[in-house]
């Protein structure tokens, strides 16, 4: 049961972020995602370890975002006044959590894959950035934001496989 819960549940922060935000309902992303990350968080043996994986890809999202942000190839439906609107809003970084919370159940297959992990990466994060765009989400991303975009998730699908496997007793 729990291994659905976090697929189905990481389908849900990433709705109520991308249609939650495009649609001015921004507590949606809010409770689904404190809901969904309070469930991982109430599973794992290691809370410490799991704090931890959290905040690394959390980390790394941030820098990704904002990068693409600053660069002004990814321009966010952003609450954030001048001139901090150029950097990862607070929904994606719920939904940068919620995702790393969700690699266990989503991506163990994929653990002594790393190349096709990165293969996954170069092709899904521009569709969910694309994806997002449709739901009001983003109100640009310039061509050469989805390249870097799918470089970026084919590094960050490389990092969180060798993540998984350095805390595979830890996480769930």
């Known amino acids: 049961m729990y291994f659905w819960w976090m697929i189905l549940g990481f389908q849900a922060v990433w709705f109520a ?3 939650g935000i495009g649609n001015h309902y921004p507590l ?4 689904v995602s404190f809901i969904y990350l309070s469930i991982y968080i109430a599973k794992q043996s ?9 905040f690394k890809i959390g980390v790394l999202g941030f820098v990704i975002d904002s990068a693409l942000g600053l660069l002004s190839l990814v321009n966010f439906a952003s609450p954030y006044p001048s001139p901090f ?3 990862q809003p607070w929904w994606l970084t719920l939904l940068w959590l919620s995702f790393a919370a969700s690699a266990k159940a989503s991506f163990f297959w994929l653990e002594k894959r790393p190349q096709l992990a990165m293969g996954l990466g170069i092709i899904a994060g521009p569709i969910a950035y694309f994806s997002g ?5 983003f109100v640009t991303i310039e061509p050469l934001g989805y390249v870097l975009l799918g470089l970026a998730y084919a590094g960050v699908m490389y990092y ?3 993540l998984m496997q350095l ?3 830890h996480l769930k």
């Open 17 to 19: 972020c991308a249609w």
């Open 28 to 31: 949606l992303p809010i409770v």
């Open 160 to 162: 969180l496989i060798q």
């Open 46 to 54: 290691s809370k410490k370890e799991a704090y931890l994986f959290l």
């Open 85 to 87: 609107q150029d950097f």
């Open 167 to 169: 805390q595979k007793s």
């Open 133 to 137: 765009k449709q739901f009001g989400a």
